[in-house]
């Protein structure tokens, strides 16, 4: 055999032994984007050893990996000055490793709990929670819109082995994506994640403070003045301790997971959730989340504590008679011009409003002094009657109140003093009279309510 057909022989076997190779990564790459579901191994050898990061032939690290390495470092695989020292540069410019401990302890789930895999979140996922960067930290649009999106998941030591994942467990976080396609960390990402979460440490630990058991709601209190004021003018003092005693009363009555045990469902830059276990009515129970969103300077707490009118406070008054209840009969909603024009007086004006969407029905205003009625139904413009199922209202006089308690003239302060989560519920109360749900919105001048407008909810 010549030398010449050995050297032929080798090159072939080395070039086939090679295009095998590349196969097998190929499909290696193939099987690993299509989990649906990555697992994470912790480490198993030296613990003083560094970390051996998949980097790729460049040099970096794709944002599937960094994830991993974050996910390491949160559940305490390897030491956090090594995560970090085995970080290519490029993924780590600007980052120091004091401000990755900051990070890592940021992301860091509730006690007992280990990540054990993490998901690549679909483009409609991916796009919710961009949003939420954008409405909360606009200065960082450019990122938010280039990052990579992952839940990942956890599991505590006592949850039930099997269980398969869901979509409310674990939490969501985001990989800075170059225009290379490898991932690294944003300094201005980071720090932006660690002020909200930071901010969140401190109140829960204010919940759980000793001093609230007391009745002490001072510390708690100073938090929530921290956001943007709820409203203009004198008694927010008055109002965020209000806001910060009636919190506290929820915790001890219907939160059944201690607040510094409530677990992480987002992080990201200006906003962060966490969900709770509560229990409502004599047996039931549910979960909650606890939301923090930056505004401009301000971080805001919002609370869902679902606030009721029973059947006094939702009465709509004029002086003291029960309007609606005296002109509906069993519909509270359903009104007609024949009932109401002895109590209201003339009818100042009747108009027809254009159609709302695809529905049929005609819409109307009805207006008298300091009263007027939104309704789907029948009017005759000419004799200037009408009836309907009504839709909305609006009070301009102090002669309406509803429940006897809200009205035109109260000052901000009072209102804010009678229902402190507004703000949170998104202007909307459950109600037992005039709709199943109500949003309340109001018009204000000097710190005193002008107008109020009450509408159906959703």
């Known amino acids: 055999m010549s030398r010449s057909f050995c050297q032929s022989l080798k090159l072939t076997c080395l070039g086939l032994l090679i295009l095998a190779l590349l196969i097998n990564t190929a499909c290696l790459s193939v099987d690993m984007t299509s989990l649906p579901e990555l697992e994470i191994f912790g480490k198993v050898d030296n613990p003083d050893s560094l970390v051996p990061l998949n980097q790729q032939a460049s040099g970096h690290l794709s944002p599937l990996n960094l994830a991993q390495a974050l996910a390491f470092a949160i559940n305490g695989d390897y030491k956090v000055e090594d995560i970090y020292q085995s970080l290519p540069a490029a993924s780590?410019?600007?980052?120091?490793?004091?401000?990755?401990?900051?990070?890592?302890?940021?992301?860091?789930?509730?006690?007992?709990?280990?990540?054990?895999?993490?998901?690549?979140?679909?483009?409609?996922?991916?796009?919710h929670y961009q949003d939420k960067v954008l409405s909360y930290e606009p200065g960082l649009t450019d990122l938010a819109l280039t990052s990579q999106y992952y839940r990942f998941y956890t599991a505590q030591n006592n949850s039930p082995r099997g269980r398969a994942n869901t979509a409310d467990d674990g939490f969501v976080l985001a990989i800075q994506v170059s225009s290379k396609g490898w991932?690294?960390?944003?300094?201005?990402?980071?720090?932006?994640?660690?002020?909200?979460?930071?901010?969140?440490?401190?109140?829960f630990s204010a919940l759980e403070d000793e001093a609230m058991t007391a009745d002490n709601p001072g510390?708690?209190?100073?938090?929530?003045?921290?956001?943007?004021?709820?409203?203009?003018?004198?008694g927010l003092d008055a109002y965020y301790l209000t806001k910060a005693q009636a919190i506290s009363d929820f915790y001890m009555e219907s939160v059944t997971t201690l607040p510094k045990a409530a677990r992480a469902s987002c992080l990201l830059p200006g906003y962060a959730s966490y969900m709770q276990e509560y229990r409502y009515g004599s047996r039931l129970s549910s979960i909650r989340e606890v939301e923090f969103q930056?505004?401009?300077?301000?971080?805001?707490?919002?609370?869902?504590?679902?606030?009721?009118?029973?059947?006094?406070?939702?009465?709509?008054?004029?002086y003291d008679l029960d309007l609606l209840s005296k002109t509906?009969?069993?519909?509270?909603?359903?009104?007609?011009?024949?009932?109401?024009?002895p109590l209201l007086g003339p009818l100042v004006q009747l108009e027809e409003l254009p159609k709302d969407g695809d529905t049929e029905d005609q819409v109307y205003r009805a207006s008298y002094y300091g009263l007027t009625f939104v309704f789907k139904g029948q009017a005759d413009l000419a004799s200037k009657t009408w009836q309907g199922s009504l839709e909305s209202l609006?009070?301009?006089?102090?002669?309406?109140?509803?429940?006897?308690?809200?009205?035109?003239?109260?000052?901000?302060?009072?209102?804010?003093?009678?229902h402190p989560f507004f703000s949170d519920n998104n202007q909307v109360f459950r109600m037992n009279a005039i709709f199943p749900e109500l949003r309340l919105d109001y018009e204000s001048k000097d710190g005193v309510i002008s107008k109020l407008i009450l509408s159906r909810a959703g």
């Open 183 to 203: 991932g690294y960390l944003s300094p201005a990402w980071m720090a932006a994640v660690v002020k909200v979460q930071d901010f969140a440490s401190f109140y």
């Open 328 to 341: 509906a009969g069993v519909s509270r909603n359903l009104l007609n011009s024949q009932d109401l024009h």
């Open 219 to 234: 510390p708690l209190a100073f938090l929530l003045e921290q956001e943007t004021p709820a409203f203009e003018g004198p």
């Open 92 to 127: 780590r410019v600007g980052v120091s490793l004091e401000a990755f401990r900051a990070y890592i302890k940021a992301l860091t789930p509730a006690e007992d709990e280990k990540i054990s895999s993490f998901v690549d979140l679909g483009s409609d996922v991916k796009r």
């Open 394 to 418: 609006e009070i301009t006089s102090q002669i309406y109140s509803l429940g006897g308690e809200v009205h035109v003239g109260m000052a901000l302060a009072d209102f804010y003093q009678l």
């Open 294 to 318: 930056q505004d401009q300077d301000h971080i805001r707490v919002v609370e869902p504590i679902r606030e009721t009118l029973d059947s006094d406070q939702a009465r709509l008054l004029v």
